[in-house]
C-alpha cells in the first residue's frame, strides 16, 4: 500500500500543470492554433479543464478508498503519503480555479459553450463532495488515533511496551502524520469550494 501512495503522489506531482494562479485572471488571451475558429479552440481548452478534473477526481478516489477501508492508512508513512496526496490535488484545484477565471474573463455569452461548462461545474461540485467525504473519514482517523494515544499512554506507564502492537513512539509518529493529515484537508476543502464557485461563475458567463 506504501508503494502505492507513493506512486500516487509522484503522479499528481505531475498531472494538472496548469497557469498557476495568483490571484488574478490571467490578462493574455490563450494561443490559438491556426485553423481553429474562436469556439473550437475554447472548447478545446473546455475539455483540457475537464481531463484535469477527472485527474483528479480520480485521486479523490483513490484516498476515499484508502480511508474508507477496515484498517486505514497502515502507520505514519502511509498518513503522509496520503497527506502529500492530497496537498497535492488541492494545488491542482487551485490551477484549475486559475484557468476558469481565465476563461470566464474571455468568454462570449451565447456562444453555445455551456454544455462543457455545465460539464465543468457538474465535475468540480462533484470533486467538492468527495473533498467533503475525505475530511469527515478524516476526522474519524483522528479520533481513532486519539483514542489509541490515550489507551497506549496508560499501558506505557503500567509498564507494557506495546498495545496491540504498536510501541508508544509509533503511535505518536501517526499522531503527528494524523495531524498534519487534517491540516492538509482544510486546504483541500478551500480548493474544492473555491473551484465550485468559479466553474459556477464560468457556466454563468458562458450562457
Do not use: C, H
Not at 155 to 160: A, F, L, T, Y
Request: aromatic share 4%; hydrophobic share 40%; net charge positive.
Amino acid at each position: 500500500m506504501k508503494n502505492r501512495f507513493a506512486l500516487s503522489a509522484g503522479l499528481i506531482l505531475l498531472a494538472g500543470m496548469g497557469l498557476a494562479f495568483a490571484g488574478t485572471a490571467v490578462k493574455t488571451a490563450p494561443v490559438q492554433s491556426p485553423g481553429l475558429t474562436q469556439d473550437e479552440a475554447k472548447v478545446r481548452e473546455f475539455k483540457d479543464i475537464l481531463f484535469k478534473l477527472v485527474r483528479q477526481d480520480e485521486y479523490m478516489d483513490e484516498a476515499i478508498e484508502t480511508l474508507d477501508s477496515s484498517g486505514g492508512p497502515a502507520g505514519a508513512g502511509d498518513i503522509s503519503a496520503l497527506s502529500l496526496s492530497l496537498k497535492s490535488i488541492a494545488k491542482n484545484l487551485n490551477r484549475i480555479s486559475a484557468l476558469n477565471k481565465t476563461e470566464f474573463a474571455a468568454i462570449q455569452p451565447g456562444s453555445n459553450l455551456s454544455a462543457y461548462t455545465n460539464a465543468i461545474l457538474s465535475y468540480s461540485r462533484k470533486v467538492n463532495r468527495k473533498a467533503g467525504q475525505v475530511n469527515a473519514l478524516v476526522a474519524q482517523l483522528a479520533s481513532r488515533n486519539r483514542k489509541a494515544s490515550m489507551r497506549d499512554a496508560v499501558s506505557s506507564r503500567k509498564g507494557v511496551k506495546k498495545a496491540r502492537g504498536k510501541k508508544l513512539t509509533q503511535l505518536l509518529e501517526e499522531q503527528k502524520a494524523v495531524e498534519k493529515l487534517a491540516s492538509d484537508v482544510k486546504v483541500l476543502r478551500a480548493a474544492s469550494r473555491d473551484l465550485t464557485a468559479t466553474s459556477k461563475w464560468l457556466y454563468i458567463a458562458s450562457k
